[in-house]
């Protein structure tokens, strides 16, 4: 069975920084892409960064690029965000979500719960 | 980057009716390679997202034949051919042709 588990979501200052971490089984996890997906609170999905399978390439949106760093851990089976220099138009709920591919980093057939980061003085 | 526009906004049903959201691109989704690059999800209160519908018309693994995704271009639509009381949630189109993917605002079906 897929598995896909987020954590370290926290209420961090402004200008703060925080790692999320993806634990995931019940996959050959090197050979699908994965993505993190956020929803601020009563809002819509808005894609944020994505990393092949291998590791070698991964991509960001606008609003987090230069301030968040994907990665992934093949021999772990995890997926990391390192957020840095947060604002609070970054609160939202993070989702890990795994591509149908190992290419390709859309089209995501598993999805975590999610975890809660919250950006506040 | 491309713009996803959903009508409407919200969708009240009467179960065992049909339903009809659209979905609309600033630019044309379909790639040299002949596929469409629209993709359907739905989040069902409290819960993560599903993905629902894939390239534009394939259901993914698990999804009833009562929903379908068609459309071309920059024009598209779920299908619902007939309401069911789970099918309750929020209904996103996204464009996975370019990145940054963009999914539209999304369409709250309700039951009436």
């Known amino acids: 069975e897929v598995q896909v588990l987020e954590s370290g979501g926290a209420l961090v200052q402004p200008g703060g920084s925080l790692r999320l971490s993806c634990a995931t089984s019940?996959?050959?996890?090197?050979?699908?892409?994965m993505s993190w997906v956020r929803q601020a609170p009563g809002k819509g999905l808005e894609w944020v960064s994505g990393i092949i399978g291998s590791g070698d390439t991964r991509y960001y949106a606008d609003s987090v690029k230069g301030r968040f760093t994907i990665s992934r851990d093949n021999s772990e089976n995890t997926l990391s965000l390192q957020m840095n220099n947060l604002r609070a138009e970054d609160t939202a709920v993070y989702f890990c979500?795994?591509?149908?591919?190992?290419?390709?980093?859309?089209?995501?057939?598993?999805w975590g719960r999610g975890t809660q980061v919250t950006v506040s003085s | 980057e491309i713009v996803m526009t959903q009508s409407p906004l919200s969708l009240p049903v009467t179960p065992g009716e049909p339903a009809s959201i659209s979905c609309r691109s600033s630019?044309?989704?379909?790639?040299?390679?002949?596929?469409?690059?629209l993709d359907w999800y739905m989040q069902k209160p409290g819960q993560s997202p599903q993905l629902l519908i894939y390239l534009g018309s394939n259901r993914a693994s698990g999804v009833p034949d009562r929903f379908s995704g068609s459309g071309s271009g920059t024009d598209f639509t779920l299908k619902i051919s007939r309401v069911e009381a789970e099918d309750v949630g929020v209904y996103y189109c996204m464009q996975a042709l370019q990145i940054p993917y963009t999914f539209g605002q999304g369409t709250r079906l309700k039951i009436k």
């Open positions: 630019q044309s989704l379909l790639r040299s390679n002949g596929y469409i690059y």
């Open positions: 019940g996959f050959t996890f090197s050979s699908f892409a």
């Open positions: 979500a795994k591509a149908m591919g190992a290419e390709a980093v859309a089209l995501w057939d598993f």
